[in-house]
């Protein structure tokens, strides 16, 4: 095994190591100096295109032919994407690794899944007429920068909403750079531009000159944490500056005649520049070191160093970290170091591996954890498994020590090892993976296909599994020539058990494809209807909609698809498919009731509901304020039961009711207003109240209210009229059909007990001692002595004697004496 120091070299007072990950990456055919190279994020995909400005070697038409070519950072191809939509002026990539492509007219498409598919959308704001120069990305966004120096903003690729920045000022921009709105003190995105002799600072709002005098700047470099610039000058000089031009900390002369091909920062402490075969590392306070290649060497800047690419090799530059350098620097004393040597000592049998754990004893368990965080960072699996096994060691020493981070870091390294082979070309350094997430690094591998892998992975790391089957299966739709009823045996089969899979996905995907009827048999499996349903819809496949909708027993379901089907629909075929199915008839019925009423009209009109078609009308006619208008409602309604024979009472009700509103509207005329709207016993009521009895007695006749109804209602007419004149008139009749007991009642609960007592003596066929409590109610207790002494009942008598007072008490004394004489004679 090779020291691991042995790819270390120094730069200032720092180590910095270029790890060799993949050989032999592209065809030597390639010419890999005359393209345009973007690497996604997170050791991610590398795009290539020809760059047009550039002669080559003419190879054949099919040679010719543009095209972005992705491929995995080992070389192997992943996709190809033909082009001829225009001159492509950036390639970009986002940290969710979509393909960005701007062309010199502003038209951007968004390639997702390192597929073939995109969504496109267009900058506007003069990017047409004045033409896309250039572009700069960050992870959620990007500027470009149009002929005329105007800058669009884009921060969403979901949701892509070009803006316009602040105008900056006129003049050709020698280079140009953006700091990220994560890392600026506004939140929005500031951009350099390195115009004149000076560098202006533009964010959404301002422009604002930096003065500057060193200038013009052939290449502007910010940091990954946006702390620090580097500017490249005319003369060859690189300047390390903060991001706010506040403080210079170093200086580097490159003594190159030309102007380097590109300058990225390497992680956050050092900047790398590249010509066409020579890169240069500037560390701190102006130390560089150099390095040489036999081709053409393109940097991928990441987030913790820099990707070095060439026809042959795929290399990672990165500063050596803290805890690798701590354990493995020549002559260091660290525990961990210590701990490290003791395991090779265990190996040869030495006993020094003892003397080793005890100088270490009580920093036993931090060189366990330097060990295992130093494993992280290996891209050697010989050196990983040598600090694991030092880790191991020294944790099997320790009495008490929590394992858990030796077991996430073993169980991390398997899954870096697996995506770092050759096949998959996903050379992530840990730091990259823990910002990266499992989640996500097993998405690319599934958009790279890879489910075998990422099966396994999301297996080992207890991830969810569903949406690599469902992606899958998708994949399958698209691509297999098999006939439709075998491909989705087979995607039944194989999903057949798997918790969360989505069918409605697969469905869509096949649907996509323009395989209908394997996505409908698709949809079958799916046991959410709330995802069944929609898709169905988008398939013109209603009925089938309409029938889920109705089995999941979800109304808003049902309600959804219903007014989509409206929407869709002729009137009549809409009818049809509702008719057989009273769920969704109940449901149209009781929505229509209160938002159309015009669809229920035709609904029932449809179905010959002539008795549902006539209520209807007639609750319109209700709502109605003018007296015309609601008799012409109920002419209708009458017209639609007339020839009934069935609803022979509704339709002699509806007369009535036409009769009535004359009858109200008269009165309205003659007497005022009040009269709309109210029944026939509440407008007798009212009429008797207003004293108009002609018209009440007219109103009787005309609708036949019986006796018994009219004496009630006048009674409570005239009792809250308050004509006690009137009722005693009344109370000279003979008879009363209701009896004259609710004429006592009501004067009573009125508070008037004298016109009370006038019907007492009427009320002949109620028992005495009714009579008698009547009496006490009124506060006659002589008139209920005489009840009493008339009916001879001794008891009443003492009972009112109990109650009596003052001359009251002598004269039912007087009654009880005389009743008494009358017993004894």
């Known amino acids: ?26 065809d030597q055919d390639l010419e890999l100096e005359n393209y345009i190279v973007e690497g996604a994020p997170y050791s991610g995909a590398v795009a290539i295109y020809r760059d047009e400005d550039k002669i080559h070697v003419y190879r054949g038409t099919q040679a010719a032919k543009s095209s972005i070519d992705i491929y995995s950072c080992a070389g192997k191809l992943i996709r190809r994407i033909d082009w001829d939509r225009g001159k492509i002026k950036a390639l970009g990539w986002s940290e969710d690794e979509k393909l960005l492509v701007v062309t010199a007219d502003g038209t951007v498409r968004c390639y997702y899944d390192l597929q073939g598919d995109f969504t496109p959308f267009t900058l506007g704001h003069g990017a047409q007429e004045h033409g896309v120069q250039s572009c700069r990305f960050w992870s959620t966004g990007f500027v470009a920068l149009l002929g005329n120096n105007n800058l669009i903003s884009v921060t969403k690729y979901d949701e892509p909403r070009p803006k316009l920045l602040a105008i900056p000022p006129e003049g050709p921009v020698s280079s140009w750079n953006l700091i990220p709105p994560a890392y600026t003190l506004s939140r929005s995105v500031e951009v350099l531009l390195a115009i004149g002799q000076t560098i202006h600072v533009v964010d959404a709002s301002d422009s604002l000159d930096q003065g500057l005098q060193q200038g013009p700047f052939r290449h502007i470099g910010v940091s990954p944490n946006g702390k620090y610039v580097a500017l490249y000058t005319d003369d060859g000089k690189v300047w390390v500056v903060s991001s706010d031009f506040q403080d210079r900390l170093s200086e580097y002369n490159s003594r190159a005649k030309t102007v380097p091909n590109h300058m990225e920062w390497c992680g956050n402490d050092a900047v790398a520049l590249a010509w066409e075969d020579e890169v240069h590392l500037v560390g701190p306070n102006g130390a560089a070191n150099q390095y040489f290649y036999n081709g053409a060497v393109h940097l991928l800047a990441d987030i913790d160093g820099i990707r070095l690419l060439t026809n042959n090799l795929c290399e990672f530059l990165q500063r050596v970290p803290d805890v690798t350098e701590n354990t493995f620097k020549f002559g260091s004393t660290s525990p961990a170091a210590v701990l490290v040597d003791a395991i090779e000592q265990l190996e040869q049998k030495s006993p020094k591996a003892d003397e080793n754990i005890q100088m270490i004893r009580s920093t036993l368990d931090e060189a366990v954890d330097a060990c295992v965080k130093a494993a992280g960072h290996e891209f050697n699996i010989a050196v990983q498994k040598q600090l694991l096994k030092a880790a191991s060691f020294g944790k099997s020493v320790l009495d008490l020590y929590n394992s858990d981070d030796f077991v996430d870091m073993t169980e991390t390294l398997r899954v870096l090892n697996a995506v770092r082979f050759n096949e998959i070309g996903l050379p992530l350094s840990y730091e990259q993976y823990i910002r990266l997430t499992p989640e996500r690094l097993i998405e690319r591998l599934i958009n790279r296909h890879e489910y075998l892998l990422a099966l396994r992975v999301s297996d080992y790391l207890r991830l969810p599994t569903d949406r690599v089957y469902v992606h899958w299966a998708s994949q399958k739709v698209r691509v ?19 918790r969360g899979v989505s069918f409605e996905q697969i469905a869509k995907a096949a ?25 169905l819809l988008d398939m013109k496949e209603d009925t089938i909609a309409l029938d889920k909708a109705i089995e999941s027993g979800d109304t808003d379901l049902v309600y959804y698809v219903l007014l989509e089907l409206r929407k869709k629909l002729p009137l009549a075929s809409f009818f049809r498919t509702i008719n057989t199915r009273p769920v969704a008839t109940a449901l149209v019925e009781s929505s229509a009731m209160s938002q159309d009423r015009g669809l229920l009209k035709d609904l029932y009109y449809q179905d010959d509901r002539r008795l549902d078609g006539a209520n209807l009308l007639v609750a319109e006619a209700l709502d109605q304020e003018d007296p015309l208008t609601r008799i012409d409602k109920l002419k209708s309604a009458y017209k639609l039961l007339a020839d009934s024979k069935e609803n022979v009472n509704v339709l002699k009700a509806m007369d009535e009711s036409q009769r009535l509103i004359k009858m109200q509207d008269g009165f309205e005329k003659d007497l005022g207003t009040g009269f709309s709207g109210l029944s026939v016993n509440e407008m007798i009521f009212k009429l008797i109240r207003t004293g108009n009895n002609k018209r009440a007695l007219k109103v009787q006749s005309e609708f036949k209210v019986s006796d018994r109804t009219f004496w009630w209602t006048r009674l409570r007419a005239l009792v809250a009229k308050r004509d006690w004149s009137e009722l005693e008139e009344v109370a000279k009749h003979r008879k009363s059909p209701i009896g004259w007991e609710p004429f006592f009642n009501e004067c009573l609960s009125a508070g008037n007990p004298r016109t009370a007592a006038v019907f007492i003596p009427k009320c002949s066929n109620l028992p005495v001692t009714d009579r008698i409590e009547m009496w006490v109610k009124c506060g006659q207790l002589v008139k209920a002595g005489e009840e009493a002494l008339k009916a001879k009942d001794m008891n009443s008598l003492a009972e009112l004697k109990q109650k009596a007072t003052g001359t009251t008490v002598h004269e039912i004394d007087a009654m009880i004496r005389e009743l008494a004489k009358g017993r004894r004679g």
């Open 1 to 26: 095994m090779s020291k691991p120091t042995a790819d270390w070299e120094k730069v200032g007072g720092r180590f910095y190591r270029k790890v060799k990950i993949y050989q032999d990456v592209f």
């Open 480 to 498: 297999s020539t098999e006939d439709e009823e075998s491909i989705c045996r087979l995607i039944v089969k194989r999903l057949d058990g798997k």
């Open 511 to 535: 649907y996509d494809e323009g395989r209908a009827t394997l996505a409908t048999e698709l949809l079958n499996y799916e046991p959410r209807a709330g995802k069944q349903v929609p898709l």
